[in-house]
């Protein structure tokens, strides 16, 4: 994403400025989420997350200005919000309190991102960053 921005000439401030908006975002969703959660149910967030994945993939693709990307980031926080704030409690509650699946879970979670984003730069370099995100796109929306 930074290297978009920088091709779409944005400056590197404001580049930093906009990376710095989304984990408040997440942070401060999350909170509100997980309260949200414990009256209206965990469903609604699990589908949320997939809901804003493909929003914030088109909002990145078709971005050229930098409050376009800064909206893509409140996006993608509230997405990341949204599902942070139930997945935890979703697999605890499924495994009983057993917390070995919190580990099992931060495993996948580092493990996908490290293959994403191997993979995300394989298809940058191959089919640059417009081609990229419509992939992206195209599995979010799978």
Known sequence: MPLMMKERNVDVVVIGLVFAAMPLIMQ???MFFATLSDFLGRKIFFVSNGVLGVIS???YYAAKMPSEFLF???V????EGAIWAVNR???LERERGRWRILV?????????????SLLAGFL????FFDGTMLCALFLALS
Not at 76 to 79: A, I, L, S
């Open 72 to 74: 893509g980031k409140v």
């Open 124 to 127: 940058a370099a191959w089919l």
């Open 28 to 30: 401060f969703g999350r």
């Open 76 to 79: 993608e926080g509230t997405k």
């Open 57 to 59: 993939s088109l909002i």
């Open 89 to 91: 409690a979703f697999l």
């Open 104 to 116: 099992y879970l931060r495993t996948v979670v580092y493990v996908g991102f490290a293959v994403g």
